[in-house]
């Protein structure tokens, strides 16, 4: 008696599960031929279960079961030649065995519910059914129910051995989940009957056609057409919590039934079954989850530690070092590597190996002109090896090839991207599982999530490393620029320095002749000139580099002025100009190094773009500003005057008017600029109106300083 209810429970759950996968697998891609076939199937299989269950328990006819139950089976076995001939690889006749399974299994079927091959008389005895055939029909459907299982081994073990990598499991799972049916089929139909005249597990055999459809779903989930794993978990949650709140309700209804009225007792269980279905749902889900994952990962669990990874805005090391170890956890790869890049560019700016592996690093540039073919966000060696064996035609083909050719070089089994807005910013690239099993597509969308979630982070982080790496360059630069302009600084200034001294020594000499004095001036102003402009350079960078210190100091403009005016005197002399002051007795709060370079730059200017026989003339006064009193100098010329669309960009750096290089073919474009720079630090302001052909007109305003000539 105990085998046959333990037959009738396992056939009943057999039922049950093929019924669940079949339905969830048709529903997730109803037009994929894979699915299509994978219902058929489990369809056939549950069918043939259910019929020799409610054959067994005398729950339905015998004779209409038992015709339904081989006419299921045969519906089954169509699916399944279908599905063997097209998965992993397809047959290379696909479309005629997939016709031929269709038509054995449509005839068959008809056959089997026909009156033709089972007869009238049809026997239950302790599990065991037996009846009437009709010979020759009921051959030729042994002969089809053996010959699709031979078929069926032959081709999956054929296949183990003639196939590689991803193909090659997927190959063995199938071979092994047919060859477990095969042998308990034959052996609890056929030889337990034959040799011990044992008819009580008879009925066993078709729950057996579990194994083929669990390790069929797992060779798929290797090949990623859809997730067996978690259509087997979402079944199972199903089952076992629907399972367990009926016997709950059950028990409780029988319970109370002894206390209160059965209509009561079953309003009660319909509500205790109302609040207990979701606690009961939830902690099968939390148990079926683990069980599922196999002690590896639970695949919520591991989103929230990556996504948590992402968002703490670690600096670089601690990040890839973080993640490296959160995929040695989730996956024991056999070795991992991460790159990551410059922005903008391929320069590693950050590296790290699992296990020191150095392989790799000097194909990074290839690996990256090579996923830039690939959208994914995945490249895996398993899925190039299949489509370079199985679509070896295809136009992608010899990329695919020279791809899984790279990854074997480095050993790497998957390739991930870290892409920003299209834009490759870094790589991760890992070997095998040290299990050596494939990955699921749980993993892939674990993996995707990595790259898509971590890539910003990286990003943000290479960005800083190159910073920081930009600030130490340019602080070396800006150390190697300030020797250099200590080197430049003494090397000519000084000699410069020493030729104005002793030209003019030579010039004051009244033993000098005349033609030489003349020429010993054309020197010295070259001199000037040329320390002029080196000064204007290095001014240029102190203020650029912040560097640059003022004094605030009551300046007698009058002085300075003069000062200035003495040294461009020469070269008014040299072209007849007439220089004209007006120069109040006034000071200036200011910085009187800085001045003095002001007005050697605004009179410089000012000789310089004045023909011959012109006139410059300097004025200072007391001016009032809004809020203050102001020391106002303007210097005034008669010279060619600047274009009026010039005017603008006249204190810009380098820039000089094309009539400016005409007229005076010195000048470097800095002096308005260092002007305009020295004026507004020193609290001043300078502004410039001219007018083409007529002169120019430079006004500087300074703060008053009230005391006269002392400092302030």
Request: charged share 20%.
């Amino acid at each position: 008696m105990f085998v046959f209810y333990f037959i009738g429970v396992t056939q009943f759950l057999a039922f049950l599960i093929n019924t669940v996968l079949g339905i969830l697998v048709l529903t997730k891609n109803p037009r994929a031929r894979a699915h299509q076939a994978y219902f058929v199937f489990a369809l056939g299989a549950a069918g043939w279960i259910l019929a020799l269950y409610l054959t067994i328990f005398k729950l339905a006819d015998p004779l209409i079961a038992g015709r339904v139950a081989f006419a299921s089976a045969s519906i089954m076995l169509a699916g399944l030649l279908w599905f063997t001939a097209d998965y992993p690889q397809g047959s290379k006749h696909l479309g005629m065995t997939h016709a031929v399974a269709m038509i054995l299994g449509i005839v068959f079927a008809a056959l089997s519910l026909s009156p033709f091959m089972i007869l009238k008389s049809w026997i239950v005895d302790n599990s065991y059914i037996s009846g009437e055939f009709s010979p020759a029909p009921y051959a030729a459907w042994i002969l089809f129910y053996l010959g699709s299982l031979v078929f069926m081994l032959v081709r999956a073990w054929r296949g183990v051995r003639r196939s590689f990598g991803l193909a090659r499991r997927q190959y063995r799972a199938i071979a092994l989940g047919v060859t477990i049916f095969f042998v308990v089929a034959i052996f609890t139909n056929l030889l337990m009957p034959a040799l011990f005249n044992d008819f009580r597990w008879n009925g066993l055999g078709p729950v057996f056609t579990f194994a083929i459809i669990a390790l069929v779903g797992h060779s798929m989930l290797s090949y990623r057409m859809f997730d067996v794993r978690l259509i087997l978990k979402r079944g199972l949650v199903f089952s076992l919590a629907g399972s367990v709140m009926v016997a709950i309700v059950f028990f409780c209804s029988f319970l109370l039934a002894q206390i209160v009225a059965p209509q009561y007792a079953v309003i009660i269980g319909v509500l205790l079954l109302m609040l207990l279905y979701r606690p009961v749902y939830h902690k099968m889900n939390d148990l079926i989850s683990h069980v599922i994952a196999r002690g590896s990962y639970v695949y919520n669990d591991a989103v929230l530690e990556v996504t948590k990874l992402a968002n703490e805005h670690l600096e670089m090391d601690v990040l890839n070092d973080l993640l490296l170890k959160t995929l040695e956890k989730l996956f024991r790869f056999d070795g991992a590597t991460i790159v990551v890049f410059a922005p903008n560019t391929t320069n590693v700016v950050a590296k790290k190996m699992q296990n020191g592996d150095e392989r790799g690093m000097t194909d990074v540039p290839e690996l990256v002109r090579v996923l830039k073919g690939y959208p994914e966000q995945i490249v895996e060696a398993d899925e190039l090896d299949w489509t370079v064996r199985n679509d070896g035609e295809s136009k992608n083909a010899r990329r695919d090839r020279a791809t899984l050719d790279l990854m074997r070089s480095i050993h790497a089994s998957i390739l991930i991207p870290f892409r920003v807005n299209g834009v490759i910013i870094g790589l991760l690239w890992a070997g095998e599982k040290q299990s050596h099993e494939p990955l699921t597509i749980t993993d892939h969308r674990l993996l995707e999530i990595v790259g898509r979630t971590l890539a910003p982070a990286l990003a943000n982080a290479a960005r800083f490393v190159a910073m920081e790496r930009l600030n130490v360059d340019l602080t070396i630069a800006n150390r190697a620029k300030g020797d250099f302009i200590d080197v430049v600084s003494h090397q000519f200034r000084t000699p410069l320095t020493e030729i104005a001294w002793n030209t003019e020594i030579i010039m004051d000499d009244p033993k000098t002749p005349v033609a030489i004095r003349e020429e010993l001036g054309s020197i010295k102003e070259g001199a000037r000139k040329l320390s002029t402009t080196l000064t204007s350079i290095f001014d240029v960078l102190d203020l650029e580099s912040g560097s640059m210190a003022f004094k605030r100091e009551c300046v007698p403009i009058d002085e300075a002025i003069q000062k200035t005016l003495h040294d461009h005197e020469m070269a008014a002399k040299a072209k007849n100009i007439k220089i004209r002051t007006d120069v109040a007795p006034v000071s200036a709060r200011a910085d009187a190094q800085r001045l003095h370079e002001v007005l050697d730059a605004v009179i410089a200017n000012a000789v310089a773009y004045t023909p011959n026989d012109g006139t410059v003339t300097v004025s200072a006064a007391i001016c009032q500003e809004k809020t203050a009193r102001a020391v106002e100098i303007v210097i005034a010329d008669t010279g060619i005057g600047i274009p009026k669309k010039d005017l603008a960009r006249v204190f810009e750096k380098f820039y000089r008017g094309k009539e400016a290089k005409h007229a005076a073919a010195d000048g470097a474009g800095l002096g308005l600029f260092v002007a305009k720079n020295f004026v507004e630090r020193m609290n001043g302001s300078i502004s410039l109106e001219s007018e083409e052909g007529k002169g120019t007109t430079v006004r500087l305003r300074l703060p008053l300083c009230e005391n006269g000539k002392k400092n302030g």
